[in-house]
C-alpha cells in the first residue's frame, strides 16, 4: 500500500544548523495496517509523516501509496489519498467557518470543487448523524464557528473529517498529545473505531507509551532519522510498555556512548 | 441635499472597492495594494474605451477584467514565486502607474462629452418622470437625474453583493474562504491554496477595477492619479462596517462594508463641509485606520487585569 524507499532528507544543509532528519528510510505498510510511530524528540518521527503527506519534497527516495508514485505531488493532490490529523487542535480546522461548512470541506477532499452549493440540504441530515455520532453534544448547533469550540472538539472533528470520504491513508500526528487525558481517551476511542471500521490503513506518531502499546498491529521506532524496531504480529501484540522503556533507555545509552566516545577522540586529536 | 446624494453615490461606488477591500482583507487575509493601481486600470481602460465609442456597458466590463488581470498578478508574484504578499502588491501598482499612463495616453481623460454610464441613468430618469421636474424629496428639490444615477448605483451594489453571498456558499467560494482561513487545513482537504489566493485577488480587483471606471463615468474624468490611497479608504470602510454590524459572518460583512463606505463618505462631506482641508483627508484617513487597528487590542490590555505567567 504504502512504499517509501531510501527516503532522505536534509534540512540547512551546509550550515551549523544541518539537521538530517531522515537518511535511507525504507518502510512498507501493508493495506489495512496500523503502524505506531514512536521516537525521541528529532527522531523524524513527525518528518517522516509530513514527507508522506507532501509538506516538502524529499531529497532522495522514492515514495509510493496506493499505485501512484506521489514522491513528486504537491501536497494539495496527495489530499486525494491522504486524510490527516494534526498535532495541534487549531490547525485541522478552519476556526472561523461553521462546523457544517467544514464537514462540507471534507466532504469534496481531493475533488475538483466548483459552483455547485457548498452545503445542499442532503448533506446537512448525514452532518447531524454522523456528529451526533461523536457524543458532544454539537448536533443542535452545527452553524457555529468551529473557533469556539473546545480543542478536544475540534480534534474529534479534525478526525471525522479527515475520514469522511474513507482515505487510502491516514495520518495521525501526535493527535492527542496536546488535549486534556478525557479529551485523549475521546479521541482515541473515536480513532480506534473509525480505523477499525474502515479498515484503514494508518500511521500514527505518538508519545504515549500507552498508545503505543494498546493500539496498532505494528509498531516502528525511529530514532537519528532511521527506523531502528519495526515490531509486528505476536510479538506486537505482546509488546509492554516496560518493554518499550527499555528500548529507550538503550537508545540514550547508545547516544551517551557515542557523545562519550566523540569527547575522546576530541581530547586525544585536538 | 445636493451634497448628501453626491455624497451617497460616491459611497456606493467606493462600496465596490470596500467588498473586493474586504474579500482581499479578511477573506484571504491578504493586505493587497494592487487595489490602487487596479481601481486606476478599471477607469483607464473603461474611459479609453469609451472615447473610442464602446458601450458603456462594454467598456466598463472591460474596466473591471483589467483590474482583476492584475490581482490575479499579483496573486501569482506571491504563490507562484514565493514574493512576499505586500511586496507583490507594490510591484504591481507600481508598474500599473505607466501601465495606466500608456492606456490612457495622457494623464488624465475627460469623459463629459462622451456617451457613458451615466446616460443609462438618464434613460431611467426620463422613464420615471417624463415631464423632467425634479422630484420632491421631503421637502428638498432632487433632480431626477441623480436620483436615478443613485437609485442604479443602489441596484448594482446590491445586484454585486448578492451575488458574492451566493458565490462565497459554492463549493469554491468555501474552500477560498478555509484558504484564508486557515491555508494548513486547506491544503490537506486537497485545496490547492495557491490558486485559490490568486483567484481571491483577480475577484477583489475586479471590484476594484468595477469601481473605478463607474467613479471616473460618474465624476467626468479619468485620471492617473485617483487611485491614490484607496486601500485605507477601502480598509477604512471595512472597519467601519464592521463595527457597526459586529460580525464576521459572511452576510452581514459585505452588508457591513457597504454601510462602512457609505458612512465614511458622508463622514468625509461632512467634514469637508465644515472647513476641512482636503489635503488633510489623506492623513485623517489613515490616522482613523491605525487608530481602529491598534485600538481594540488596547482596550483589552487595559480591561484585563496582569497575570504573572502561569507556572509550567
Known amino acids: 500500500m504504502l512504499e517509501i524507499t531510501h527516503l532522505s532528507k536534509t534540512f540547512h544543509a551546509g550550515t551549523r544548523n544541518e539537521v538530517r532528519p531522515l537518511q535511507e ?15 525521541t524528540n528529532g527522531s523524524g518521527k513527525s518528518t517522516l509523516l509530513n514527507a508522506v503527506a507532501g509538506t516538502f519534497l524529499p531529497d532522495t527516495g522514492r515514495i509510493s501509496l496506493a499505485g501512484h508514485d506521489i514522491t513528486r505531488w504537491p501536497e494539495h493532490r496527495r489530499a486525494r489519498l491522504i486524510g490527516r490529523v494534526f498535532q495541534n487542535p487549531f490547525s485541522g480546522t478552519a476556526p472561523g467557518i461553521s462546523i457544517e461548512e467544514n464537514l462540507a470541506m471534507a466532504t469534496q477532499r481531493g475533488t475538483r470543487r466548483g459552483l455547485g452549493w457548498a452545503l445542499p440540504r442532503s448533506l446537512c441530515r448525514e452532518f447531524q448523524e454522523r456528529v451526533g455520532d461523536l457524543r458532544m453534544g454539537l448536533e443542535g448547533r452545527l452553524d457555529t464557528e468551529i473557533g469556539s469550540l473546545s480543542g478536544g472538539q475540534r480534534q474529534a472533528l479534525t478526525l471525522l473529517m479527515a475520514t469522511w470520504r474513507r482515505p487510502e491513508l491516514l495520518l495521525l500526528d501526535e493527535h492527542t498529545a496536546a488535549l486534556d487525558p478525557r479529551s485523549a481517551d475521546n479521541v482515541i476511542r473515536l480513532t480506534q473505531r473509525v480505523v477499525g471500521r474502515d479498515n484503514l490503513t494508518t500511521l500514527m506518531v505518538t508519545h504515549s507509551m500507552q498508545q503505543a502499546v494498546h493500539l496498532g498491529d505494528r509498531l516502528i521506532m525511529m530514532h537519528g532519522g532511521r527506523i531502528i524496531h519495526d515490531v509486528q504480529g505476536a510479538e506486537k501484540r505482546n509488546l509492554r510498555a516496560n518493554d518499550l522503556l527499555a528500548r529507550f533507555d538503550e537508545v540514550r545509552r547508545m547516544e551517551e556512548l557515542d557523545a562519550g566516545a566523540a569527547e575522546m577522540l576530541r581530547r586525544a586529536y585536538i | 441635499m445636493n451634497l448628501l446624494i453626491g455624497a451617497l453615490t460616491i459611497g456606493l461606488i467606493l462600496a465596490l472597492l470596500a467588498i473586493g477591500v474586504y474579500i482581499s482583507f479578511r477573506i484571504a487575509d491578504f493586505a493587497d495594494i494592487t487595489v490602487e493601481g487596479s481601481l486606476t486600470l478599471g477607469a ?9 465609442g464602446v458601450p458603456p456597458i462594454w467598456a466598463t466590463l472591460a474596466g473591471a477584467v483589467a483590474g482583476s488581470v492584475a490581482g490575479a498578478v499579483t496573486g501569482i508574484l506571491h504563490t507562484r514565486f514565493s514574493i512576499h504578499g505586500l511586496l507583490s502588491g507594490i510591484l504591481v501598482m507600481t508598474a500599473l502607474y505607466s501601465v495606466n499612463l500608456r492606456v490612457m495616453g495622457r494623464s488624465n481623460i475627460a469623459l463629459l462629452s462622451v456617451r457613458n454610464a451615466t446616460d443609462y441613468a438618464d434613460a431611467l430618469a426620463s422613464r420615471l418622470t417624463p415631464s423632467g421636474r425634479p422630484l420632491n424629496v421631503m421637502g428638498w428639490d432632487v433632480a431626477t437625474r441623480d436620483a436615478a444615477i443613485l437609485l442604479s448605483a443602489l441596484g448594482l451594489v446590491v445586484i454585486v453583493s448578492g451575488m458574492l ?7 469554491l467560494g468555501t474552500a477560498m474562504r478555509c484558504t484564508g482561513d486557515n491555508p494548513q487545513m486547506a491544503r490537506a482537504l486537497g485545496v490547492d491554496t495557491g490558486l485559490m489566493v490568486i483567484i481571491t485577488l483577480a475577484l477583489s480587483n475586479f471590484l476594484s477595477g468595477l469601481a473605478g471606471a463607474l467613479l471616473a463615468q460618474y465624476q467626468g474624468f479619468a485620471d492617473v492619479q485617483m487611485g491614490l490611497g484607496m486601500l485605507v479608504w477601502g480598509l477604512a470602510s471595512v472597519i467601519i462596517g ?66 504573572e505567567a502561569p507556572h509550567a
Open chain 2, 242 to 307: 464592521e463595527t457597526l454590524v459586529r460580525t464576521r459572518r459572511l452576510g452581514l460583512a459585505i452588508t457591513g462594508a457597504v454601510m462602512g463606505s457609505l458612512l465614511f463618505r458622508l463622514l468625509v462631506a461632512i467634514a469637508l463641509r465644515l472647513g476641512l482641508d482636503p489635503n488633510d483627508l489623506k492623513l485623517i484617513t489613515a490616522a482613523f485606520v491605525l487608530g481602529a487597528l491598534i485600538l481594540p487590542g488596547m482596550l483589552a490590555r487595559i480591561r484585563t487585569p496582569k497575570r
Open chain 1, 25 to 39: 528510510v525504507q518502510l512498507n505498510v501493508e493495506a489495512g495496517s496500523f503502524v505506531i510511530v514512536i521516537g
Open chain 2, 165 to 171: 453571498y451566493l458565490f462565497f456558499r459554492t463549493s
Open chain 2, 44 to 52: 483607464a481602460v473603461a474611459a479609453t474605451l469609451l472615447v473610442a
